[in-house]
């Protein structure tokens, strides 16, 4: 079973728009970790943030956010103010303490287009 | 060399060749893993090594064959490939396997004709 869910496959939004991309997880450890990737046409996949799951603290970096929500399972990632550099693939990603053994759950990402 | 690093970034071989991927993790890393990514498929886990060991295995076919000979460098030997492994490899380190964040190179693009 598919234990993170992105359920946009893909998002088109002009320039200097505000975009969120949805993640929802499933999972039953009380210690897991959630994190977001970057994959831009290059292909490499560039880290973005790694939350635990004792910390519900949304988080901010420039014109990045994201909401973590325990009670909804779920962790946004807003980008503000888009910019055609932020086109790419997201992906969300879980690590459980105890059920994932050294895997990523990966969902099956959000390509972003941003327009000019 | 800062990162993780992956050579060659494209590959192209016919199903009766043998060619090896390589990886190498600049970051004092313990761990080191080898995925695949399909067209429309969630990133797959292949193989994690700890420390040079191997300590998981997700149920690859044998034509794939990993070597981690030290912890900063991890190959993946390609053998009487399928054109439905055709797919971009991806190597990734962490300090150590688990839930450790982990860091990914820029993928070898395999094409298998």
């Known amino acids: 079973a598919q234990k993170v869910t992105q359920a946009q496959t893909e998002i088109s939004v002009v320039e200097k728009e505000d975009v969120t991309l949805d993640c929802v997880y499933e999972?039953?450890?009380?210690?897991?970790?959630l994190f977001w990737y970057k994959q831009p046409p290059s292909g490499e996949l560039v880290f973005l943030i790694r939350?635990?799951?004792?910390?519900?603290q949304n988080e901010i970096s420039g014109r990045y956010s994201w909401n973590f929500q325990k009670s909804t399972s779920s962790f946004n990632f807003t980008i503000t103010a888009s910019q055609v550099v932020d086109s790419a693939v997201y992906f969300c990603?879980?690590?459980?303490?105890?059920?994932?053994?050294?895997?990523?759950?990966f969902g099956k990402g959000t390509s972003l287009l941003v327009t000019p | 060399e800062t990162g993780v690093t992956q050579t060659p970034r494209h590959l192209v071989m016919g199903m009766t060749n043998k060619k090896s991927l390589k990886c190498e993790q600049h970051?004092?890393?313990?761990?080191m893993y080898w995925y695949k990514q399909s067209a429309k498929k969630p990133l797959e886990l292949m193989f994690v090594?700890?420390?040079?060991?191997?300590?998981e295995n997700n149920s690859v076919p044998s034509r794939f064959s990993p070597e981690c000979p030290n912890s900063s460098h991890l190959f993946l030997h390609l053998h009487t490939l399928q054109p439905e492994d055709s797919a971009l490899y991806l190597c990734?380190?962490?300090?150590?396997?688990?839930?450790?964040?982990?860091?990914f190179g820029p993928g070898t693009r395999l094409t298998v004709l």
């Open positions: 090594y700890s420390l040079e060991e191997r300590v």
């Open positions: 999972t039953r450890d009380t210690t897991y970790y």
């Open positions: 939350r635990n799951s004792f910390d519900e």
């Open positions: 990734a380190s962490s300090q150590d396997p688990g839930t450790d964040t982990q860091y």
């Open positions: 990603a879980l690590s459980e303490a105890q059920d994932s053994g050294y895997a990523l759950n």
């Open positions: 970051l004092g890393h313990n761990a």
